[in-house]
Structure formats: structure tokens, C-alpha cells
């Protein structure tokens, strides 16, 4: 409730109905007078910021440490204590999505980072730095001719290293032609035109090497893949998007014997509940996997190795919570939802993989 001043009129600003109490009954617009004080604008500011942390984090609680609790309570009416989980699924994925792409991890898959070669310098440091760590180590069993051909090894495998990435000609992924050796468009034509029309290739062929054939002639071989790399890892968020309603369907098959008591809605906000947890999940192993590049210390790869295990575990326990049945039937449709969510997610990764081509 705010602090502002009840209205001794009883009509509602909003929508015109006749008030009977402090807010409206039918658009539920509290009856305040609309000139506020910035006192009371700020007042009411802290209240609902600290209103919506509180159901934040008791809805994080609960959907962290009680799989399946939430979408439960969302089936039984109680909603009010927890926060929307569409709106939760709004704010988890912008935040995810946001850390993503404000780290490195795309620059590095489609291979546009901007960072500058190492120099020379940069290398001779490491390998001092490899060095340092070969004579510190403590096993007296190792021989010292031993040692200096490991450090001799580890020399040669970092310059290579070093060298490849420094590379400009460094091999990376290329879009395949498909039946055609043609270096260019024009190329390509003449040659169809000259083939029998029962061996041309078909309509889908003659476009699909024709877009592969204009993106080399526009931006060369290695150029056209970065691009379509990183307009398929902008495309993520929808990709991702279009899988819920579909994993919501799979999880309507699985249990369509229950089809009274569960409808497509109740498999929908069970979906939205895993993916908002799957999200939370990712995002910390983004975070500890920042924490490994700066202390290169193990505990942080152990514990995204152990996030890595919590995920089918989650989703098993969750399954059991909110559906109610046995160990065996519960791990025999876990299995299956995974199959099927594997291939869902196969078909949606090639649909979005052509749609990226299309884009440039």
C-alpha cells in the first residue's frame, strides 16, 4: 500500500467504476490523489523495488532447492507469494543473455574476437611462466633430462599454438557446396545449363549453392562463415524461445494418459520453471568460468563440473514433484523427454542454422 492520500471521491480515475473501498474493485487502481509529493514518489518507488526483490529470491529458493514446488503451486491457485514466472523467464534471459554476449565466448566460436596477436614478448612470458611451473613441481622421481625434454615439448607445442592462432590462413569452418565444384555464380549456371534436365539440380540445390557461392564472392571462404556464426548466436534467444512451446509438447505426450488432470498450460509453466532454471545454471558456469581464467585455480572447474551433474538431477526431481509418479516410470520418461528434447533441439539448430545463411 502506498502512502499517498485517499480520494473523497469515490469514481475511479482509471476506468469510471464507482469505488467502494481504498482500490478499485474492477481494475484494482488504488483511489489516491494523482499529484504526488517526491517523498511519497520515492516511498512508493522503495516499496515496490523491495516488494519484488522479496519475491524474487523467495521464488529463486524455491525453484533452486525445491524442484518442481513452484509449478505446483501455480497449478493450485497460489501465485500471489511467488513472482509471474513469464515475467521471471523475461528477466532470467535478458540477464543470461546479456552476461553471454558481453563476454568473449561468441567472438570465439565464430572467430571475430578482436584481440591482438600475442607478441613476442606476451609469448616469452608464458613460457617462462610454463617453465616456472615444470621446476616447481614436486615429484624427485622425475629425471632432469627427463624435465628438460618436457620443457623442450611444451616450448614447441606452444609456439605452435601460438602460431596457429596468429595465422591468417588458419582453417576453419566453411560452407560445403552441395554436388557442384563451381568457384562462382555465373560459373555454376553454365554449368547447369549445359547438363541433361534430369540430372540439373533440383530447386532447393541450385539455391543453396548459389547463396554459398555469392557469400564467398562477397566476403570470401573464412569471412562468410564468421558471419553466419555470429547471426546464428544472435538468433539464440529465439531458438530457445520457439523449443518451450515444443518441449512443453513433448512433456503433453509423455503424459497424455494424465491429459484431465495436466493441460498443455500446466506442461508450459512446467517448462518455462526448467528453462529459468537452466538459464540461472549457465549463467553461473559463465561466472566460474570467469573465475578460472583469473585465479586458474581447479575448485571452479570442479564446481561446473558439479552444476553439470545438478541439471538432470533438477529436472528428474522436478518431474517426480509435479507429476507424482513412481522412481521407474519418472526415469523412463525422463530418458525419453531427453531423446526427444536432443532431437528437438537438432532440427531447431539446423532450421535456425539455414535461416542465419539466408540472413547475409
Known amino acids: 500500500m502506498s502512502h499517498g492520500h485517499e480520494r473523497k471521491e469515490k469514481n475511479c480515475l482509471n476506468c469510471g467504476a464507482t469505488v467502494e473501498g481504498r482500490y478499485c474493485q474492477v481494475c484494482g487502481q488504488e483511489n489516491i490523489e494523482p499529484k504526488e509529493t517526491f517523498w511519497t514518489m520515492f516511498t512508493h518507488f522503495f516499496n515496490d523495488i523491495t516488494h519484488f526483490d522479496g519475491k524474487f529470491f523467495e521464488t529463486l529458493k524455491d525453484l533452486l532447492f525445491k524442484p518442481g514446488f513452484l509449478s505446483s503451486e501455480y497449478m493450485k491457485g497460489r501465485r500471489m507469494s511467488y513472482l509471474n514466472p513469464v515475467r521471471m523467464y523475461v528477466f532470467t534471459s535478458a540477464i543470461f543473455f546479456l552476461v553471454f554476449f558481453g563476454s568473449k565466448t561468441p567472438e570465439k566460436l565464430s572467430g571475430t574476437s578482436k584481440d591482438a596477436p600475442l607478441t613476442y614478448s606476451q609469448r616469452q612470458k608464458q613460457l617462462e611462466l610454463l617453465n616456472r611451473r615444470l621446476k616447481a613441481d614436486p615429484d624427485d622421481r622425475i629425471d632432469i633430462r627427463k624435465r628438460d625434454l618436457l620443457m623442450d615439448s611444451s616450448r614447441m607445442i606452444t609456439y605452435q599454438i601460438l602460431e596457429q592462432i596468429e595465422d591468417p590462413k588458419n582453417k576453419r569452418f566453411a560452407l560445403p557446396l552441395i554436388g557442384s565444384e563451381a568457384s562462382t555464380v555465373s560459373e555454376y ?117 558439479l552444476l553439470v551433474l545438478a541439471w538432470p538431477f533438477h529436472m528428474y526431481k522436478a518431474m517426480r514433484r509435479f507429476y507424482k509418479q513412481g522412481r521407474s516410470k519418472t526415469i523412463v520418461k525422463f530418458l525419453l523427454l531427453n531423446l526427444l528434447g536432443f532431437i528437438m533441439i537438432v532440427l531447431l539448430l539446423a532450421l535456425f542454422g539455414l535461416i542465419s545463411v539466408f540472413q547475409i
Do not use: C
Open 189 to 305: 549456371e553454365a554449368d547447369q545449363t549445359g547438363l541433361r534436365a534430369n540430372v540439373r539440380d533440383g530447386w532447393v540445390k541450385r539455391i543453396w549453392n548459389k547463396k554459398v557461392l555469392k557469400m564467398k564472392e562477397s566476403y570470401g571462404k573464412e569471412e562468410a562463415s564468421r558471419k553466419i556464426i555470429d547471426i546464428f548466436l544472435h538468433n539464440l534467444p529465439y531458438l530457445l524461445f520457439a523449443s518451450l512451446p515444443l518441449f512443453a509438447l513433448i512433456l503433453k505426450l509423455l503424459y497424455v494418459r494424465r491429459r484431465k488432470e495436466f493441460y498443455y498450460a500446466d506442461h508450459g509453466i512446467f517448462s518455462i520453471h526448467h528453462y529459468i532454471f537452466s538459464f540461472i545454471l549457465m549463467l553461473t558456469m559463465i561466472l566460474l568460468g570467469k573465475l578460472t581464467d583469473i585465479t586458474h585455480w581447479a575448485i571452479w572447474d570442479l564446481m561446473v563440473f
